[in-house]
């Protein structure tokens, strides 16, 4: 049986948003969707509606709003929902361990401020090996591909250490969507001799070779998915930035977290941590070892 896509909500937009994400996603996939709500959500508060009781039947209403707003979008889709009880960021995991896809709401602050992505959210990404999807509101809630040019999954690479789930994710997504896959591999030289006519020495000097590295490192992908159109970049400069400054055309941005044993809270990575504060495009997380 081909696992669902699950999303989890709070009644907030941001939720709202992600389950209209995550319809699409299981809708490209053709699979059913998992819409769970978790109790001691870090959003609207539950306290407020009373016991136990009453907390269950705000719950229960919650759920059935949101299949329901999903179900006039997508009438043949298979929906189930799911009210459990404890730590939401502790459900979630293990909602995304039966799941081939979790979808999270992000709030979007705007401006330089960008996400406030919060604890709840920041431990499920840390703690699960499934993939992670984050989808800010308004965006295009009901996950359809837009008509006109393509537009692109944006994946983020390290050709030194190039890591298969990552892209085995990106050209999967593009191919559903009938996207493009944009692969970036952003790199730079010591700081020592960074000025202006060393970047372009160094870019003129070094490019060539860095792209060529590049193009033999995606030759697997393009066998296996021979359908995708693949648009490679290598220039000068910080992932995190040429990543942000592509998701402006993007359907989806790709990145990375490494797989860490440990007990200091969550460990994502500098690049995918800037994503997910101020990445306007929803930004799927990889993790990977």
Known sequence: MSRPVTVGVDGSPEAVAAAGWAAGEAVLRG????????DEWQGPTTAQYGGPEARSRWAEELLAEAAGAVRREHPSLEIETRH?????????????????????G???LGGVRGFLFGSVGMATV?????????????????????????????????????????LDFAFQ????????????????????????????????????DIARRL??????????????????????GGPARLLLHAA???DLVVVGRRVRKGTLGAHIGSVTHALIHHCPAPIAVIAHD
């Open 31 to 38: 699979v059913n969707l998992r819409i769970v709500y978790a």
């Open 84 to 104: 459990r009880s404890g730590q939401p960021s502790e459900i979630l995991a293990t909602e995304a361990s039966e799941a081939g896809l979790l979808i999270l």
């Open 106 to 108: 992000s709030r979007g």
């Open 126 to 166: 840390s703690v699960t090996e499934r993939a992670v999807v984050l989808v800010r509101a308004p965006g295009r809630p009901d996950g359809a591909v837009p008509a006109g040019p393509a537009r692109d999954v944006v994946v983020g690479v390290d050709i030194d250490q190039l890591f298969a789930p990552l």
């Open 173 to 208: 997504e593009a191919v559903l969507r009938g996207d493009r896959v944009l692969v970036l591999h952003g790199w730079s030289i010591s700081p020592v001799v960074r000025d202006a006519s060393a970047l372009v020495a160094a870019e003129r000097e070094m490019g060539p």
């Open 215 to 236: 193009t033999e490192a995606l030759r697997p992908w393009r066998r296996e998915f021979p359908s995708a159109e693949v648009v490679e970049r290598s220039p000068i």
């Open 248 to 250: 402006d055309n993007a």
